[in-house]
């Protein structure tokens, strides 16, 4: 075979990691269909590419965190329901873990941040997480002011305050203590017109320590790791846009009206510039680092001033104060403090993955052998609001982890740092939906009572999130919509359930008509190879740039191509009755069935797994090793191979029973 293109190098051991949903909910369909199944697909994929020995799948429930016991201290009280908070999270984690069987999403480990063996593994790595940072100096005590309700007399969570977001030109619906909807973190002092969620009034702020790990001196280092990403493109240029954001000299806007009161109260900043420019409604006031730029906040502020801060690298609060969450070990005499829940889920995967190996006999330490080596690459599938703790908390502390300091003039690739792929959002009916949202998304597990999981994973895959935000649009839930109307979500599912369908039926009918069942062999004309080679070339490059929906287009046009193929020459055969015409368009394509399987098999596991055990072929043929190959490789026997015996109407690829017609 003569590859006219260069094929793109996979690592020889990988890690698949998606987000993690809270224990305070069941999974919705923008879980499901905005990143749960595009990490899958690639992880199955990679397991095909590179072995499923060498890939793991982790992922789990988030079970700790202020928004967690605010739900649960609400259910409590709407219901009445005697349950404690570990089983109300454990309930929600079991919920989604059936969903996500439903779904056949396959994790080799789908587990709690708080329970079981994950649990306990969980809080060591979280301790040597702190302790290492801790030991190398790249940790600090800061005393900041923290939410605290005059009327109830406690300390308020970070979910226990809403507010305005203090970064200009947010547009975030809510924003809370010191992170808005959009991830923008902010101290809890920046916070514009906050109000408690207990007693509705302005809560006061009084002075906590926590431990913070000096995000803002690694702004080099990160724009260098946007710089490569830039150069290399081989990550998501939004994703690189939305950490560049961040890594930006403190600033502050203020009006043009409060510049003319600053003016005539002779308050001058100290800063490293002023950028005046006429057609905006604000000056932007630049400073060299934030204490700088907190000086000036403290001046504008007495002397009444408003303003607004810019996007800048602060320092990443590792601690809080509340009971629910994984104990921080003590230090300068700073006790009884728990993990803030986003640091401790961003290490959550290498738990996870220590858990696995061990459950399979493993050593714990082999978790290196993915995380660390150069042979090894991690894969972290997430949503966009997201890019700020991955993109940039993460990527801050995991430098530090791998003993590189902020002064360090180290070469940025030579850091095993984890690849990002961030979807977009995934809207409902044009509509932002979440949870927390006046719009409330479809449940996940309610789809699967008008869809089967095959078509909504081929739906969900071809929307292409990676460029855009998408609409999910089912018809079922269109109250408008007429009996004729197209659903959607179908059209994809349709190559599955109509054309390939059709395709492999029409190849086991003919040929147990005509050869007995008896898998024809031959060789495999030059029209068919060329066109099969692109596909797999194709597909493969797809998968590694990440653009997980052309992978759909590019089955799409090689399935559709090959049914034409099909009723082509099948034609030439039935009409001048030719059996060796009819033998040789059977060795084709069986040679196109077997090929599209192989590279359905990460969409839809259980359909294509169906298709391999009617052609009686072995599980070598979901390996790429073979990618190229015919189909008589993949028959144990030497004798004369029989595929089973199909039933008239077979259906590999089922539809969904409300979708058919009696």
């Known amino acids: ?47 095909d590419r590179i072995g499923k020995d060498n890939v793991i799948f982790v992922s789990g429930t988030d079970c700790y965190g202020s928004p967690i016991i605010a739900s649960y201290k609400k259910h409590i009280d709407t219901t009445n329901e005697k349950i404690s908070l570990e089983e109300y999270v454990m309930n929600f984690h079991k919920h989604q873990k059936k969903v996500i069987e439903d779904y056949e999403i396959g994790f080799n480990l789908f587990a709690t941040s708080a329970f079981g063996r994950a649990g306990e593994i969980h809080k060591e790595v979280s301790s040597e997480v702190f302790n290492e940072l801790y030991s190398n100096g790249f940790l600090k005590k800061i005393t900041a002011p923290q939410f605290y309700d005059t009327e109830f007399n406690e300390f308020l969570n970070g979910r226990q305050v809403i507010g305005k977001c203090p970064f200009e030109g947010c547009k975030s619906e809510k924003a809370y203590a010191d992170e808005c909807g959009l991830g923008h973190q902010y101290m809890p002092s920046e916070l514009i017109e906050p109000k408690s969620i207990l007693s509705g009034k302005k809560p006061e702020l009084r002075d906590v320590t926590n431990w913070y790990f000096n995000l803002d ?22 994703i690189l846009d939305t950490t560049d954001e961040f890594l930006k000299d403190p600033v502050i806007y203020v009006k043009r009206s409060e510049v003319d009161k600053m003016n005539a109260s002779n308050i001058s900043l100290s800063v490293k510039e002023i950028l005046d420019e006429e057609k905006k409604p604000s000056v932007t006031y630049v400073f060299n ?5 907190d000086l000036a906040r403290q001046i504008l502020d007495s002397n009444n001033i408003r303003y607004r801060t810019g996007k800048t690298l602060v320092p990443f609060r590792l601690s809080g104060n509340i009971d629910w969450g994984v104990p921080v070990p003590s230090k300068e005499n700073l006790d009884n403090l728990t993990f803030w829940v986003w640091p401790e889920s961003l290490w959550a995967p290498i738990s996870f993955t220590r858990t ?23 894969y972290q599938f997430i949503g966009e609001d997201n890019i700020y703790f991955y993109g ?21 690739e030579a850091l095993n740092l984890p690849h990002l792929v961030a979807n977009n959002h995934l809207l409902f009916m044009d509509k932002k939906a979440s949870s927390s949202s006046d719009i409330k998304p479809p449940m996940a597990h309610e789809l699967l009572e008008h869809y089967t999981n095959e078509q909504l994973r081929m739906h969900f895959l071809s929307l292409g999130l990676s460029k855009k935000s998408v609409s999910f649009n089912p018809k079922v839930y269109q109250k408008d919509s007429d009996d004729k109307s197209p659903d959607t979500v179908l059209k994809d599912g349709n190559l599955l359930t109509n054309v390939y369908n059709r395709l492999i039926r029409s190849c086991f009918y003919t040929n147990q008509k005509y050869f007995g069942q008896t898998l024809p062999v031959g060789e495999i004309s030059d029209e068919i190879l060329n066109l099969s080679e ?40 039935d009409d001048s009755n030719n059996n060796e015409i009819r033998k040789q368009v059977l060795i084709d394509t069986f040679h196109c ?34 990618i190229f190959e015919p189909i008589n490789i993949f028959i144990d026997s030497s004798n004369e191979h029989k595929c089973e015996f199909l039933e008239p109407k077979y259906d590999f690829f089922k539809k969904h029973p409300s979708q058919l017609k009696f």
């Open 217 to 238: 001196e690694y702004q080099s280092q990160l724009k260098e790791m946007v710089r490569v990403g830039r150069e290399k493109k081989h990550i998501r240029k939004y």
């Open 392 to 412: 940039i908390a993460e990527m801050g502390m995991f430098m530090a982890l791998r003993g590189t300091s902020q002064n360090d003039n180290a070469d940025i």
């Open 593 to 626: 069935v077997r090929v599209a399987m192989t590279l359905l098999h990460p969409i839809a596991p259980s359909g294509t797994e169906n298709i391999k055990n009617k052609l009686n072929l072995s599980d070598k043929v979901w390996s790429w090793e073979y």
């Open 289 to 293: 680092n934030l204490d700088e730029r």
């Open 356 to 378: 696995y190996l061990e459950s399979i006999g493993k050593k714990q330490a082999d978790w290196k052998q993915y995380w660390l080596s150069d042979n090894s690459k991690v």
């Open 534 to 573: 692109k596909a797999i070339l194709d597909y493969e490059s797809h998968m590694y740039r990440h653009e997980l929906h052309n992978t759909v287009f590019a089955l799409d046009s090689y399935l559709r191509k090959v049914s034409k193929y099909w009723s082509k020459n099948m034609k030439i055969a």
């Open 1 to 47: 075979m003569n590859y006219k293109r260069k094929r793109p190098e996979f690592p020889e051991k990988a890690v698949v990691t998606a987000g993690m949903p809270y224990g305070n909910k069941n999974l919705h369909f923008g879980h499901i269909g905005g990143m749960m199944i595009h990490a899958d697909i690639f992880s199955r994929f990679l397991r």
